[in-house]
């Protein structure tokens, strides 16, 4: 066991508006299991790549490890993969790789195969069983679980328990609750850490909230009271002050030397009690900080006429006469919010490109609505560029509406401003799902939208397909987001 310590670590991109961390200390231990959570652009992978040394900060990081970054950067993805392996580490000893290959469950023979030949899951897997090959090493795992399909996270989440001395960052709930024993979490003013996994870590999240929002209602309260005391005390001074050139019911002349007297105590309270009053504003100024703001989202999806939106008949897909998935059978009626699961390579974007309307060769029976509106989420993000307004303008959208939503997905200001081939990965995802809340569909398709997706987005993306019901075709690995929000499970 050693310690990592980080201390007063400061540090803001070049050009920069404002520091991404400010005087942030804490310690360690490399034997934790440490998840890593927080929202998009908080700066996750940054912290990671200051542990990796990338960029100069101020304060210090002092470690007796090395650190190890997932996913490796493959140079060439043509080698067969145990080539790809003797470049990333030299030294390995083959029984010790057979060893991680078993508890993988991936097969010997994908070593003579060439990388790029490789499914993302086995490419993950692969790289995964080379990380924890480094022995004396501290290893740092980002998001491993983005295009991995359910049985892949599950087995992967297996894997990553029995190990230790990582962190691991990863917005799947279910994948942290079972293989993390601490986790650290960027919050909005603070940096902190928990014993506990995920839920652990949540619940206690909230109870801080409730306490904090109560402790806000009790301040208002008495901010409330203390104003209204203060303006009745410092009405009295003046009223009291105005007697001293008057004289009183018998006529006799007013003693002005008490009257000052008096009038001055009651100035002095007043005085004391609006003190108290800014002392108040300011206490409750330090409430809420780490309070996230996580506003309801709305989408206005489109009634349609039929009750029945789409059917697939028994349709097999075909790409240059490889079959991509065969004897697909379901349909889409109004309302339903339908998972559409399966292993990599099932045929789930085949059916989603079918749906959508691209030219595949298929055989069986596929029927559309006619004038059906359909609005798409895909995987690819690669190709965003540009400022969120002329994105907007583009695309046709409500420029106002799409950005109000950006907002409620805890963008700021200042993102709307940037290049958007400059966001994160995830951010990158909200710009896509944002457009299609903004249009107005018939049916809603999204294709493994939440990858990247930090977890609190994923609740308010869960709330709003829970309340509005649109209908939507999805396609997520995440287990526990399906599970909330599914109506029907299509299962490949």
């Known amino acids: 066991m050693s310690l990592i310590n980080v201390t007063n670590l400061t ?32 700066g996750k992978t940054t912290f990671l790549n200051l542990l990796l040394g990338k960029y100069e900060y101020s304060g210090s990081i002092h470690a007796s490890v ?66 924890f ?45 079972n293989c993390v024993d601490h986790i650290l979490s960027i919050n909005k ?44 005390k410092s009405n009295w001074s003046h009223k009291v002050e105005k007697t ?15 009257i000052g007297h008096k009038a001055a105590k009651m100035m002095q309270r007043s005085k004391a009690m609006e003190k108290r009053q800014r002392a108040a504003v300011d206490e409750k100024s ?52 339908i998972a559409l699961s399966g292993k990599n390579g099932s045929g789930k974007s085949s059916i989603i490109k079918l749906i959508c309307g691209e030219n595949i060769d298929y055989t069986g029976v596929f029927r559309k609505g006619s004038q059906l509106k359909i609005s798409y989420v895909s995987q690819d993000t690669t190709n965003l560029q540009g400022n969120l307004t002329a994105y907007a303008r583009n695309n046709g959208l409500d420029e106002s509406l799409f950005k109000s939503i950006l907002r409620k ?14 966001f994160s990965g995830g951010q990158k995802k909200k710009v896509l799902i944002a457009k299609s809340l903004s249009e107005k569909a018939h049916l809603y398709i999204w294709d493994e939208p939440l990858n990247f997706i930090d977890v609190i987005s994923r609740m308010q993306i869960e709330e709003l397909l829970l309340e509005h019901s649109p209908t939507i075709l999805i396609v997520e690995h995440d287990n526990e987001f399906c599970k909330n929000i599914a109506t029907k499970i299509i299962e490949l």
Not at 19 to 38: A, H, R, Y
């Open 409 to 422: 997905l805890d963008f700021s200001r200042v993102q709307f401003e940037k290049d958007i081939s400059t």
């Open 244 to 258: 001293k050139n008057g004289t009183t019911n018998s006529g006799s002349k007013v003693d002005k030397g008490y």
């Open 286 to 337: 330090k409430l809420l900080k780490n309070i996230e703001s996580a506003d309801s989202l709305k989408i206005s999806p489109l009634a349609y006429h039929k009750k029945q939106l789409a059917e697939l008949e028994n349709v097999s897909i075909y790409y240059s006469k490889m079959l991509a998935c065969t004897d697909i059978s379901f349909t889409i009626e109004q309302g339903e919010r």
């Open 11 to 42: 540090f803001a991109y070049d050009n920069s508006y404002d520091n991404i961390f400010e005087n942030v200390s804490f310690q360690i231990d490399t034997d934790w299991k440490l998840g890593f959570t927080g929202r998009n652009g908080r």
């Open 189 to 232: 003013t603070n940096i902190e850490i928990q014993k506990g996994n995920f839920t652990t870590w949540w619940e206690n999240k909230l109870r801080q909230d409730n306490f904090e929002f109560a402790e806000n209602e009790k301040l208002k309260k008495d901010i409330n009271r203390l104003s209204k005391s203060a303006k009745q």
């Open 66 to 131: 090395q650190f190890e970054y997932f996913p490796f950067h493959v140079k060439n993805e043509e080698l067969n993969t145990i080539d790809v392996i003797d470049e990333i580490y030299p030294d390995y000893l083959h029984w010790e790789l057979m060893r991680e290959f078993s508890l993988l469950k991936i097969s010997e023979d994908v070593l003579y195969r060439p990388f790029d030949s490789l499914s993302n899951g086995e490419q993950t897997k692969v790289l995964l069983a080379t990380l």
């Open 133 to 177: 090959l480094k022995e004396n090493s501290f290893l740092l795992i980002d998001e491993p679980t983005n295009h991995l399909d359910r049985n892949a996270r599950k087995l992967v989440s297996d894997y990553l328990h029995a190990k230790s001395g990582f962190i691991l960052v990863s917005h799947d709930r279910s994948f942290l609750d």
